[in-house]
């Protein structure tokens, strides 16, 4: 079966989509304490970072979260957990149960990654990409897009100005926002940094290099099935897969790091629990004759 698989993200936008099955829809109920006292013109970090909250908790709703005991959370909580902090960030992680190849980040440091993503790389593949989401967040490109999106809905529905409040937006503009936030792209520049940064990560965690390397050959060959003609579109305004690889590869030649990488087993099933078997103890019984 082929797999579909969209932009990564917000961010990973190396890749195209044939249906967004992750659209936010903020429905008929206003954001709540995000709408006091913000600007069109002036949303703060602080704004796009509760604006972004919002928008990844009604995405949990919309989509199939993996539980806690479910096999695709034990394997990224075991391969990413320990990384819950960033820097002036906090980071939160949970997997979408959904076959597209998809990752993203935003700024509120929540990170979403679906199954099918899971189900083509291993464990080092899988921390290159979700390294690469994290970039966006620390070089601020997700809090970025979180305000290009509110600002350019804002004006086109004439809802900003200096003093108009975000109260004044309604709830169909809301939806357009998030809407923009999830279809946003990053120039090549935020990319490139993105990418650096995703090397740097796992060089400095000590894990392997060449993985990252390896995660974007994946991609780049799936570039070449049927949405081949879809991802030069989107190649546009974005470096390719294929000279992400290769730049990936001269960051670990540069360093004397290159290896030629060699896939991993994918395992997202729950492990099974070890059972310790005793051993039989014979009780000895004297017998004492009488005399």
Known sequence: MKKKFIVLGVLFTAFGFTKMNAQINFGEKAIGAVQKGVTAFTLTNADAVALSKEAVAKLDTEN?????????????????????????????????????????????????????????????????????????????????????????????DGAASQSTKISAVTDSQLGKIGSALIDSKHSRKQETEADVYSYNFLKKNGYNVNAEESAFRILAKMSEGAEASFIDQMMSSHPDSKKRADDARARAEKDGLYKPYVQQKIDNTVPKATTTKKAATTKKTTTTKKK
């Open 64 to 156: 199939e979260v993996a539980g806690p005991t479910d096999g695709y959370t034990l394997r990224l909580n075991r391969v990413f957990g320990k990384h819950t902090a960033g820097d002036g960030f906090t980071l939160n992680y949970k997997v979408y149960k959904v076959k597209e190849v998809n990752a993203f980040a935003t700024a509120d440091g929540s990170v979403r990654v679906y199954s099918g993503l899971m189900d083509i790389m291993d464990d080092n593949e899988l921390l290159a990409v979700i390294g690469h989401e994290i970039g966006h967040v620390a070089n601020n490109d997700s809090r970025d897009a979180m305000r290009a999106a509110y600002q350019k809905e804002a004006l086109i």
